[in-house]
């Protein structure tokens, strides 16, 4: 009994060899790219396919986005720049005093009131 199942283990070990062998024989050779392991899989590999090129695709735009966000932050930051130098120039302008001598420099006959100014309305 005991040769019998001596026998019996070796039968199977060497049975699990073999097949072990095989597979990596068939591993080796690319078996596993065979056409029955395509229509076998046909549906798991068309879904990895869709996810890569969704993630390749939604990288490409996001990465599209952030370079227009990039663009959009440094025209936004030299219209600001601009808007205050524009401003700064208008106010030094403005003043009563450049007023007066732009009055001078033009040779406009233009005095200032001497009284205040009044609404008309009351």
Do not use: W
């Not at 068309?46 to 990288?59: A, H, K, M, P």
């Not at 990465?63 to 025209?75: F, G, N, S, T």
């Amino acid at each position: 009994m005991d040769t019998k199942e001596t026998k019996d283990k070796t039968t199977i070990l060497n049975s699990v060899f073999e097949n072990g062998v095989n597979e990596l024989k068939t591993i080796s050779e690319f078996g596993f790219l065979s056409k029955d392991f395509f229509l076998e899989n046909i549906k798991t590999i068309g879904v990895v396919l869709l996810l890569v090129l969704i993630s390749t695709s939604n990288r490409y735009t996001c990465q599209k986005q952030v370079a227009e966000i990039e663009k959009l932050k440094k025209e936004l930051k030299d219209t600001r720049f601009e808007s205050l130098t524009r401003s700064s120039e208008l106010i030094g302008v403005s003043r009563p005093s450049q007023v007066k001598q732009l009055i001078k420099r033009h040779g406009i006959d233009i005095t200032e009131a001497d009284k205040p100014a009044y609404n008309l309305n009351e």
